[in-house]
């Protein structure tokens, strides 16, 4: 029993983010003529590696050198990329798990070999790294809330894993 | 030379009781002569033993076996002293039978005990697939004449108590495949016995000794003779046997060979009483336990699959080989790791060993075993020593030519093709 | 575990990278059968600097080459390799 | 240091320690000097360090699964309710039948196993058993361990490893200047050199220090040994966070942090050295500076009368310590020629060497010595040595660093460093000694405590032949115990050097090897521990599957349904059931696994025709085909299906097991050898979860969820299942018209749901991976791992009609080696009982002891006439047909006899397919 008051603080959260719609934007020539394309069409640019950019309707996040993975409406972007590049929908085989609170960094450093408690890797950036055997591709949402993106087949194993660690964190 | 005190239990009673001031060396300490009949670069197990077998089978005498560092130093000194013959395909398990055919009386043969102790070769298997995988195996070997069983889980649970035999382990145990006749060896006892016995039937041992170039005759002609960090020494034929430095060593007679060079770590714990009484290996997972003599756990897993010969680890790889055993011996989790090492590994582009000519004349390569020659040191030496001495391979070792990679008549245990690291 | 300046991503853990194979022994589409098979089955095999590719896969997925000590582990260059990319 | 008192047992009995004791010290507060047995004779050994070097004072501590054998007294704080028991005894710690061995030490001389036991394997068997038995030191716990280890990731701008005095300073320094900085210290306090030297520093600074390290964001860690340095200054620290065998608060025992610096200090300090005299190793001996540990931090005085022997200033430090704690020193031992001012009223005797000592097997009563050619003989309790220091240089070297010769300190300091590490303070300037050769006994005189290594032993290894320093070592196993020899390697190297007329360094040094101590294999395991580091990959499907409790099938990391037994049903009659369904009906089945990759851009076809070994780009829109794939080196390794869903968009298929590799050969061929192709090839086989429905019916059933006429075999469209965007390929491998559906992973269950339903109402049941190896099998279809084993050409399969005319492909160079055309391969034929049962994987041979001219790679019964067939590899098979063979296998006692047939047992016409 809790004595009364006392204010229960959970480490981090982990809470798994509804199915969406995701997409793999990949551009395989005239990258430049694309990205102007894009910046004209949508009022801001193709986000640089390691960096998201966008909005709650449209968000574009760089893991790759060619590809951006895509969350929302991409209704637009195929006159964009004409025959530069193509969209191919990846949604199914990813679950997105939010962590948030103050210590999710900590529980990123895990059996994780990504400096994640870097002060750079801040709100805006994206990376893929591989946490306890699974490929996992991370976005910083803001200071308390990070995605994650883990390959459907793994996301229990992993969710199990973060569950289990993250009750031991200041252990 | 017969310089040589047989060894037994009498001799050490003598040793008892006069001090112990009646040993000799167990091999001498010569200056390499100007020429040789035949010079083997490498002091490791399977170089000894191909200058031993050269003396002993072939009566040849002026024969001189040439380490950089010290005998046994290799990856004879530093591997986890699996003996086994258990492979599906014929060409192998037919070159590994003959040679457990040898250690099983190789003690007395040398008159130093190496050790050889066959307490039995486990391969478990996880699943229906890994047992009918590990049958097919079986049933090429004792098509063969060659030792195997199928275990039932019940049995498996009886012959090694500690595994974890229960239903819902990640990787649960249906049964397993035995070599009975496998086990473990004295990795150094193996060099050194086999260095004593060459040495006693006039080899030289000429440890510090670096071979760094080729003498040829005439450009691109047959070598002649060896250029070294002790002088330049003259040969009739020259047989490399330098296992994880096979690609280096060749280059320098201008060969690039069907072999890269790769890290295989091992590890042992602190000593315990006997807990394990086998050599655990397993179908899907990618670690070998065995417990040495000492009490150790001796621990092994895959290569650290990139080029190095570094001689030094990934502890990733270490730690991914030990969280296999683990689950596999849950009863290990509190022992401790006492020391981690490693050796340079000689890995061919199809998993099998070559034993044969080179393109280069005179000169013969012995390499490729992978992270499994150890098992193979007297078959080896036997069959490097009939190369070196007719010209020709020996039939057991016809099948591992330098050639087969350019005909395509490879010897693919796993099927996994060309590159170590294949896909 | 080394650590490897992915020239997308920056330094990065071994973990997240699979070594591929040596730069020498990449067969081209357009090579001749003899020459294909020489490349693929031979190795210079370098006891000192070579150079590899790897890949990212557990990163940026992108491939890369590098010139690496096989003793030292000292990576002495590092360039990205594939279609021309955005920075 | 006044603690509450906690107690703890020692081999059964109770005692009482202060908290802050290591056991070393509460065992010697409670008078107990025999704590263990050394490893080969079985000696009485007492505790000769406060460190993590003791050689000697090896417990068990723990019980159930957290027990841990072989925990250094010394390094184990006593919690209330430790349980430690003494080690390699029997039937008890003073009274040890194995101390017998000590009476035939002369026999049992270095290497004596390798000159005797001669005779067969099983004669050699006979001897390893006892030999065995007496070796190892602690048992092995047999419970699995009820904790939890974890891996951790830092990383930082400095890492300083040691919390002396230089490490602290040095932390701080770096803390103050804004840098990122981790101090890991394996004590259980800070500068606890401080404590055993108080007149060095202040006490209160040590708290000052780290405070203003942790005010500036530094990480602390203390009870964390950095125990390997691996490349690129990656450090790995095993923190403890509870004592061996305690029992965690937090379920974590311990955390292996994988710290990547950009720069690291190694404050590591330096270890003691002991002397060389006879019987060195009995309880009642131990270093000077360990003595003075128990005096000055835990009040502990192990001894009323103390010799001391000492060849260097520091040990006067131990002497005053005793003094004011009230032992009397009885004689200072001092090597050194003449005194040096250090003598502090002590009876100091220079040119002073202890010969041997005598003593009860717990305790020392008499130490002899050499004092100037003099022998004399003092009573006393305890000895207290210092033959020097040795700098902890152990991390240095792992770091691929190089040492030089102090002569003044006899002893390696840090050199060259190959990596981005200094080493600070003592470990760079260990103080200076007087040098001293050994004049005892050598038989007596131990170098390597714990292994029972004397003097005399080197020298029999030298006189054998056994002379570089690793020769010594394997032959001997000196340094080779738990502490590595940390106390015995500068001892024996410098018997070594004397042997071979050199001075110490030209006698060489082995090989600093990670740990730096023993590491709990447990923590190295991590949370792998418990999966082998092999999460499950779980079907989308998974919870639908589950449902029904299927028996579930590994295949890779996957797990797929077998069978869905009903009432009772065996494997073998559930798949008989399910195969006849889809055969005489309808059937559907899980085949999520599938590897697919969405290939899209106007290069598609051209990548295509790369990748795969047959023809693509005459393919239509909305059609497929069959094709496989060769390995660069001519054999095939993987087979599945290529679909045109678009002008330039394109699905390949391939086996489960050859996704990862395929994917990776994917990206070789896309990223490295074709860059300039205009395509996108992403790995979509998660992204869809697939259906197959297969069966006489399947089409209906297809008529019915789609609402309009299915596609034709080996067409494809899209259409809406269940309210969700499917796509829906003719494609079958059953051999049965049949469908596959592949939708969005994430709304995949209402798509299954539909289907079920349909199937269900039409008769139909679900069908496992083991029904559809019988149907695949009896129709001749292939599969990765089975026929495809990677040995096998396409012209062994009898896929040769289909390879590209083109070329262009890869492993086309490869296919045109003369052995892979050679004649007598092994090629894929059928088989069919003529009597008994054909096991998967039995040898074909034609008489009984002949060779084997082939396998059985997949095993089944006709589905609808019962019968055993079998799919096969041959030699020269496509001309054996009707040829009779034994297929046997030895390891399961099975035989039959059978018939080379063509390898196709089903509408070998492809009839089935047509609508
Ligand atoms: C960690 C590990 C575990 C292993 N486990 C097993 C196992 O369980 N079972 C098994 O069967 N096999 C195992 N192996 C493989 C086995 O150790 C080797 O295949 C076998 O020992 C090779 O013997 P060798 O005599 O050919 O080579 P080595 O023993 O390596 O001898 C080659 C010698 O050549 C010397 N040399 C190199 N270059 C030169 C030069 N230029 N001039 C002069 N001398 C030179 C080297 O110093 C070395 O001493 C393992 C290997 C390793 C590394
Ligand atoms: N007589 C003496 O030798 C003596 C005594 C006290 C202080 N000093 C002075 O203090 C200085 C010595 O201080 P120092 O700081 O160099 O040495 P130190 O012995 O005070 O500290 C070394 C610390 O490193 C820790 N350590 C060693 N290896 C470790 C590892 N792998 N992981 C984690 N911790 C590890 C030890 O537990 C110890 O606390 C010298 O300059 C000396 O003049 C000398
Ligand atoms: C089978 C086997 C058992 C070993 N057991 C021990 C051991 O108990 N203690 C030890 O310190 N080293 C042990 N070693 C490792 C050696 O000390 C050494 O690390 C190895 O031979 C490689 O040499 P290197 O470390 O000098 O490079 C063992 C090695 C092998 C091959
Ligand atoms: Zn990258």
Redesign the interface.
């Given at each position: 029993m809790m004595p009364q008051g006392n204010v229960i603080v959970t480490d981090v959260t982990i809470t798994l983010l509804p199915?969406a719609p995701l997409y793999?934007l990949?551009?395989?020539?005239h990258?430049?003529d694309v990205?102007k394309r894009f910046e004209t069409a949508l009022g801001f640019a193709?986000p640089?590696?390691?960096r998201s950019a966008g909005s709650d309707d449209l968000c574009l996040i760089r893991?790759?050198?060619?590809?951006w993975l895509v969350e929302g409406d991409v209704g637009a972007l195929p006159p964009i990329l004409g025959?530069?590049?193509?969209l191919?929908?990846?949604?199914?085989?990813?679950v997105r798990v939010r962590l948030s609170g103050p210590r999710w960094r900590?529980l990123l450093?895990?059996?994780?070999?990504?400096?994640a408690?870097?002060p750079s890797f801040a709100s805006g950036c994206s990376?893929?790294?591989?946490i306890?055997?699974?490929?996992v591709r991370l976005h910083v949402v803001s200071d308390d809330v990070c995605d994650a993106y883990v390959?459907?087949?793994?996301?229990?194993?992993?969710v199990h894993?973060w569950e289990?660690?993250a009750?031991?964190l200041?252990? | 030379a017969d310089h040589m005190s047989r060894y037994s239990a009498l001799s050490l009673l003598r040793g008892a009781l006069n001090g112990q001031k009646h040993w000799q060396p167990a091999w001498r300490d010569p200056e390499p002569k100007a020429s040789y009949d035949i010079i083997i670069i490498g002091g490791g197990g399977h170089g000894l033993a191909t200058a031993y077998y050269l003396a002993k089978v072939h009566g040849l005498r002026n024969i001189a076996v040439l380490e950089k560092g010290y005998i046994g130093g290799g990856n004879t000194g530093r591997n986890t002293t699996i003996v086994r013959s258990n492979y599906r395909q014929k060409p192998l398990h037919d070159l590994f039978e003959f040679g457990l055919k040898m250690w099983e009386h190789l003690s007395d043969e040398l008159n130093y005990n190496v050790m050889f102790s066959p307490r039995g070769s486990l391969t478990l298997g996880h699943s229906d697939a890994d047992m009918t995988v590990l049958a097919q195996r079986g049933d090429a070997m004792r098509c063969s004449g060659i030792d195997a069983e199928l275990m039932t889980r019940d049995q498996v649970a009886k012959f090694e108590p500690l595994l974890d035999m229960s239903r819902d382990a990640r990787f649960p145990i249906e049964g397993a495949m035995i070599q009975r006749r496998g086990g473990t060896a004295r990795h150094d006892a193996v060099a050194w016995g086999y260095a004593r016995g060459a040495d006693s039937l006039g080899v030289d041992i000429i440890q510090k000794c670096e071979v760094t170039g080729f003498v040829r005759d005439g450009e691109g002609g047959a070598v002649v003779g060896v250029e070294t960090s002790r002088g330049r020494i003259h040969a009739g034929r020259i047989g490399i046997c330098v296992a994880g430095h096979s690609g280096h060593v060749a280059g320098l007679a201008g060969l690039k060979l069907p072999i890269e060079s790769q890290t295989l770590q091992a590890m042992v714990t602190e000593g315990v009483k006997p807990m394990l009484n086998s050599v655990i290996q397993t179908q899907s997972l990618h670690c070998y336990i065995s417990q040495s003599d000492k009490g150790g756990i001796v621990f092994g897993g895959d290569p650290d699959n990139w080029p190095s010969y570094a001689q030094r680890g990934d502890p990733m790889v270490m730690q991914g080989a030990i969280a296999q055993g683990l689950a596999l011996v849950p009863a290990l989790s509190r022992l401790r790791m006492v020391r981690t090492w490693s050796g340079v590994t000689d890995m061919s582009f199809d998993g099998s060993p070559i034993i044969g000519e080179t393109p280069v004349r005179n000169l013969f390569l012995n390499g490729g075993w992978c992270y499994g020659g150890f098992k193979a040191t007297p078959a080896s030496g036997w069959t490097y020593a009939h190369t070196l001495a007719t010209g020709k391979p020996h039939a057991l070792n016809a099948p591992f030519s330098l050639e087969r990679f350019m005909t395509g008549a490879t010897i693919d245990e796993t099927g996994s093709g060309a590159l170590p690291n294949s896909r | 575990m080394m650590q490897i300046t992915c020239p997308h991503c920056g330094p990065r853990a071994q973990a997240e990278f699979v070594y591929e194979r040596t730069v020498d022994s990449v067969v081209t589409l357009d090579a001749a059968p003899k020459e294909a098979m020489e490349t693929l089955f031979t190795r210079t095999n370098a006891r000192g600097e070579d150079a590899e590719i790897w890949r990212h896969t557990f990163g940026c997925r992108a491939w890369l080459v590098m010139t690496r000590h096989r003793v030292t582990n000292d990576i002495t260059a590092i360039r990205a390799i594939g279609p021309e990319a955005l920075p | 240091m006044t603690g509450p008192m906690i107690t703890f047992t020692f081999d059964g009995k109770t005692y009482q320690a202060q908290e802050g004791d290591t056991l070393a010290a509460a065992l010697l507060r409670s008078g107990i000097g025999l704590v263990g047995r050394s490893f080969k004779y079985h000696r009485p050994r007492g505790i000769m360090t406060a460190g993590v070097e003791e050689p000697n004072a090896l417990v068990t501590v723990g019980e159930g699964g957290r027990t841990e054998p072989n925990t250094r007294a010394t390094d184990v704080f006593v919690y209330e309710g430790l349980v430690a028991t003494s080690q390699n005894r029997w039937p008890s710690l003073s009274f040890d039948i194995g101390a017998m061995l000590g009476l035939a030490a002369p026999i049992f001389s270095a290497g004596f196993y390798y000159k005797t036991f001669f005779g067969s394997a099983k004669r050699w068997m006979f001897y390893e058993y006892f030999i065995r038995k007496a070796a190892g030191l602690g048992n092995a716990p047999v419970e699995a361990d009820p904790d939890r280890f974890s891996h951790r990731s830092a990383f930082c701008d400095v890492l300083v490893v040691g919390a002396g005095p230089a490490g602290l300073q040095a932390a701080l320094d770096a803390a103050e200047s804004g840098k990122r900085v981790i101090l890991a210290e394996q004590d259980n306090i800070l500068g606890p050199s401080l404590i055993r030297d108080p007149q060095d520093l202040d006490s209160a600074w040590i708290e000052t220090a780290a405070a203003r390290i942790r005010a500036k964001g530094g990480r602390i860690l203390l009870r964390t040994t950095a125990s390997g340095y691996w490349e690129h200054d990656l450090v790995t620290l095993s923190q403890r966070l509870c004592e061996p065998g305690q029992k965690p608060a937090k379920g974590i025992a311990q955390r292996l942090w994988h710290v990547r610096a950009s720069e690291v200090i190694l404050a590591t300090g330096s270890i003691e050295r002991p002397l060389a005299f006879a019987h060195n190793d009995r309880p009642g001996v131990m270093l000077s500076q360990a003595v003075r540990t128990y005096v000055q931090r835990y009040g502990v005085v192990p001894g009323k009368r103390v010799v001391i022997a000492t060849n260097n200033d520091d040990a006067y430090r131990t002497a005053h310590a005793l003094k004011a704690a009230g032992a009397d020193i009885v004689a200072i031992l001092d090597a050194r020629p003449s005194p040096t001012g250090a003598n502090g009223g002590f009876p100091v005797f220079n040119q002073a060497l202890p010969v041997s000592v005598k003593g009860a097997r717990h305790c020392l009563k008499q130490v002899s010595a050499d004092v100037g050619g003099v022998t004399k003989v003092w009573q006393a309790d305890l000895l207290a040595v210092s033959g020097g220091f040795t700098p902890t240089v152990h991390l240095h070297m792992q770091a691929g660093g190089t040492l030089e010769w102090d002569d003044a300190a006899q002893a390696f300091v840090p050199a060259m460093s190959r990596q981005n590490v200094t080493t600070i303070g003592g470990a760079v300037r260990p103080d200076p000694i007087f040098p001293v050769k050994p004049i005892s006994n050598p038989k007596k005189s131990f170098v390597d405590f714990q292994n029972d290594v004397t003097l005399a032993d080197v020298d029999l290894a030298w006189a054998e032949g056994y002379r570089s320093v690793e020769h010594l070592k394997r032959y001997t196993t000196l340094g080779m115990a738990t502490d590595q020899g940390k106390l015995s390697n500068m001892a024996a190297l410098g018997r070594l050097a004397e042997k071979q007329g050199v001075a110490i360094p030209g006698a060489g040094l082995t090989t600093f090897r990670p740990p730096y101590t023993p590491v709990t294999m447990g923590l190295l395991a991590g949370a792998g521990a418990k999966d082998a580091g092999a999460h499950v990959r779980r079907l989308a499907l998974y919870d639908v599957h589950a449902a029904k409790r299927p028996i579930w099938q590994p295949l890779g990391y996957w797990f797929r349904p077998r069978a869905y037994p009903v009432g009772g049903e065996t494997l073998a009659q559930t798949a008989l059931r399910e195969a006849k369904a889809v055969r005489t009906g309808v059937g559907m089945t899980d085949v999520s696994t599938l590897a697919k990759f969405e290939i899209s851009g106007p290069d598609s076809a051209a990548l295509l025709e790369i990748i795969c070994a047959t023809s693509v780009s005459k393919l239509a829109v909305g059609r497929g085909r069959y094709t496989f794939m060769l390995r660069e080196d001519g054999f095939v390794f993987d087979d599945g299906t290529v679909w045109r869903l678009a002008e330039n968009r394109y699905l390949l298929t391939g086996s489960t097991g050859g996704a990862d590799r395929m994917a990776a050969h994917i990206s070789y061929v896309r990223q490295y050898l074709c860059p300039h192709l205009r395509v996108s090839a992403v790995n979509v086989q998660e992204h869809y979860a697939g259906i197959a429905v297969a069966g006489p019916k399947a089409k209906s059933v297809m008529a019915a969820l789609m609402g309009e006429e299915p596609p034709r075999h080996m067409s494809t469209v899209p259409a809406k299942i269940g309210g969700a965007d499917v796509l829906i390929l003719a494609a079958s491998y059953s051999g049965e018209r049949a469908f596959e559906i592949y939708a969005d992973a994430a709304h995949a269950a209402a798509v299954w749901a539909a289907c079920e339903a349909e199937v269900t109402a039409q008769g139909g049941c679900l069908y496992g991976l083991e029904a559809m190896e019988f149907l695949r099998i009896e129709k001749g279809h292939l599969v990765v791992g089975g026929e495809i084993d990677g040995r096998m050409t396409p012209h062994d399969l009898a896929l040769g009609k289909m390879l590209n005319k083109a070329g262009g492909y890869i492993g086309a160079s490869g296919l045109s080696r003369p052995a892979l055309s050679a004649p007598n391969r092994r090629q894929l034929i059928g088989l069919e009982a003529i009597s008994g049962t054909i096991a998967e994987g039995a040898m074909l041979i034609t008489e009984h002891g002949g060779a084997p001219l082939g396998h059985v790679t997949a095993a089944a019964f006709r589905v609808i006439e019962g019968g055993s067939i079998a799919l096969g590899q041959l030699e020269g098979g496509f001309d054996r047909t009707g040829e009779e063979l034994i297929a046997t296998s030895p390891t399961r006692g099975q035989t039959a006899r059978v018939r080379v047939v063509a390898p196709h047992f089903y509408d070998a016409a492809g009839e089935r397919y047509r609508d």
């Open positions: 199915a793999a990949e551009i395989w020539s990258a430049h990205a193709l640089v590696m390691g893991f790759e050198p060619t590809v025959e530069d590049g193509a191919t929908t990846i949604g199914g085989g990813i900590a450093m895990e059996s994780g070999v990504f400096d408690e870097s990376a893929a790294t591989i306890d055997h699974v490929g390959p459907r087949s793994l996301s229990a194993g992993l894993f289990a660690a009750g031991s200041a252990a | - | - | -």
